[in-house]
Structure formats: C-alpha cells, structure tokens
C-alpha cells in the first residue's frame, strides 16, 4: 500500500517557499499530491487553472508529485485522493494558530487522515504569495522568490514584461 499525501494551498502565484515544502514532502511519501483549492473568499490574480499549469511546470522534474485543483473540503479532496496524510508549511506562530484549528477540525470530520507541519526554510519564513504580488505589481524584482517561468506570467499578468 502506497503512503499518499495532499499539500493544499492556493498557490497565487507559487512561490519558491510553496516548492521547498513540496520538494521536502515528496522526498516523505510515495505519492504528493499538490491541491490548488478554489476559495471564491480570496481574490486571485491567476485562474485555477493557470495556477494548476504553473505547479504542474514547476513540479515537472518530482516524479512522485502530481497536481490538480479541487472545489470544497480539503478533508474530502484528501479522502478522495486516498490520502493519509494532508502537509501543510508553516512559517510563523500566526501561520501555527490557524493550521492548529484547522487540523483539529480535520481530524474530527476524519480521524484516519493526519496533518504534518513542516516548517518553513528559514530563507523563505518571510515569504507569501502577497508579497511576491505586491512587490511585482510594484515593479520590483522578485526572481529570488519564484521560479523563472511564474516571474514571466506574474510580470505578463502585472503589465511589466
């Protein structure tokens, strides 16, 4: 029996925070699988499906990851996916509370799926996909923190190619 798990996230854009966690979960299950969700309570810059084609590129040379998008709870999109396990990044102790509660509440709509925090590489504790857009729709580099093929569409996207 194979060890399956999900890393959910909106991934608006990716980040080069997003892919540590990814690549560091992939290395601890058989099977990632990276979960764009679709909260209609966050405005996006890119579609679902721009953000499932930047994973899907960035995620290209980790054999055992696949990508995909998903509407509703990330429990059942986990159940569905035959998981055992949701990964989740955390950055800081606000990042903590949050997950915390959220985990809690998993556990209790679905007690054979565990949460697993991983922490954050410290190069990248500061980083969110907002910063990255509000730096970019500024003009300023962020090459440091995505990869090339998500700074060309952010900078597409922001009017700055």
């Not at 995505?146 to 190619?161: C, I, T, W, Y």
């Amino acid at each position: 029996m194979s060890r399956i798990a999900v890393c959910p996230g909106s991934f608006d854009p990716p980040t080069m925070g997003h892919l540590d966690i990814i690549q560091r979960a992939s290395a601890q299950y058989d099977r990632l699988v990276v979960g764009v969700g679709t909260n209609p309570a966050k405005g996006t810059l890119f579609s679902v499906e721009e953000r499932v084609e930047m994973l899907r590129e960035c995620c290209a040379p980790l054999a055992n990851v696949s990508v995909q998008s998903f509407d509703g709870l990330l429990i059942q999109f986990a159940v569905d996916q035959g998981a055992c396990a949701i990964v989740k990044g955390l950055r800081a102790v606000s990042d903590f509370e949050y997950e915390l509660a959220m985990a809690a509440a998993n556990r209790v709509l679905e007690s054979g799926i565990e949460t697993v925090f991983l922490m954050t590489n410290q190069e990248y504790s500061y980083l969110s996909s907002s910063i990255v857009k509000e730096i970019g729709a500024m003009g300023g580099n962020v090459s440091s923190w995505v990869p090339a093929s998500v700074e060309k569409r952010l900078r597409a996207r922001l009017g700055f190619s």
